[in-house]
């Protein structure tokens, strides 16, 4: 879901870093001293995850974790993912600075509505089962509505990258069945042996 520099136009950019900011703010205010090492962790692990990517076209597709990182972060996802995006962008080339806000929000922004929405519903579980479902299809569902957001981003700069927005949707599949799996067990883990780690360190529900 990285977007490199020079591709996306002026309005969609200062729309995407605009976006970035509050949800950074949001993020940064609900956060307090025991849920920093939090946000380093799934900061880190994502920073990982994501190193390995498959291009497509003028982004490309890796795990992003977001539907986990927003159960767990709450907003505090939107920090997380601004430092490692930035991170990935200065030491290997992965994306853009000029980018960072728009590709914070394609993928942040899906994880912070799946925490808010449905993590209260999975943490009201009994079952561990049941709440590693409920995780895996919000996970899934993360991942179609972050290459939603890439889509989207593409065609409002140029009507020419229709196509690869076209091509990157159906890439989702695959990539949202590997995500709402390893989503589903570690919150089926999680509520088996720890399940306050399910409780939101920033601005959650």
Do not use: K, Y
């Amino acid at each position: 879901m990285h977007i490199p520099d020079g591709i996306l136009t002026l309005p969609v950019l200062a729309a995407g870093g605009a976006l970035a900011v509050v949800g950074v703010g949001l993020g940064l205010r609900g956060l307090d001293d025991r849920g920093i090492p939090r946000v380093a962790l799934l900061s880190a692990v994502f920073f990982a995850a994501s190193l390995v990517s498959v291009p497509v076209g003028p982004s490309s597709v890796h795990l992003l974790l977001s539907g986990l990182m927003g159960l767990v972060l709450g907003l505090g996802i939107f920090p997380a993912v601004l430092v490692a995006l930035a991170l990935q962008a200065v030491l290997f080339g992965f994306g853009g600075l000029t980018t960072l806000g728009v590709n914070t929000v394609n993928i942040a922004l899906p994880g912070a509505a799946a925490g808010l929405l449905l993590g209260p519903l999975v943490r009201r579980q009994t079952s561990p089962l049941v709440a590693g479902v409920l995780a895996g299809v919000g996970s899934a569902l993360c991942i179609f509505a972050s290459g939603g957001g890439v889509a989207l981003t593409l065609w409002l700069s140029s009507s020419d990258f229709v196509p690869v927005a076209r091509v990157l949707l159906v890439t989702c599949l695959p990539l949202a069945l590997v995500e709402a799996a390893v989503a589903g067990m570690v919150v089926a883990f999680l509520m088996r042996v720890e399940p306050r780690m399910l409780q939101p360190s920033a601005g959650g529900a």
